[in-house]
């Protein structure tokens, strides 16, 4: 296994059905984007006005731990011991691509030359 496939299992453990991006009929989605009503926020969601994109953070993934800087994407996954949905605002764009569409990063958490 990779380091960037163990650091997800030691990260993400605990967690199924990971996904990326903001959720319509999450309740914490629509605050972290500024809508107190749900419904405002799956319309907009819906009809393409809230475009929900990333936003710069220095904050760790908290999927990988990622300690790199750089564009977050909300996440979302399942509790596997609750059932219940979790919500987070900082999956790094590695963790992005990897779980839309399985592609693990090249050279992940090194520096460049």
């Known amino acids: 296994m ?3 496939l163990d650091s997800v299992k030691k990260h993400a453990s605990g967690m199924r059905s990971i996904s990326v991006g903001a959720c319509p009929g999450c309740k ?10 749900i419904g405002e926020f799956n319309e ?6 809230e475009s929900c994109e990333s936003h710069f953070s220095w904050k760790p993934c908290d999927l990988c731990g990622s300690t790199f800087g750089g564009d977050r994407e909300h996440w979302h996954a399942i509790d596997d011991e609750s059932g219940e949905l979790i919500c987070g605002d900082s999956a790094c764009i590695d963790c992005a691509v990897y779980f839309v569409a399985g592609a693990e990063p090249i050279n992940w958490m090194q520096h460049p030359k």
Not at 44 to 49: E, N
């Open 44 to 49: 907009a969601i819906r009809s393409g006005d």
């Open 28 to 37: 914490v989605c629509a605050k972290l984007y500024g809508y107190s009503d």
């Open 2 to 4: 990779s380091d960037y």
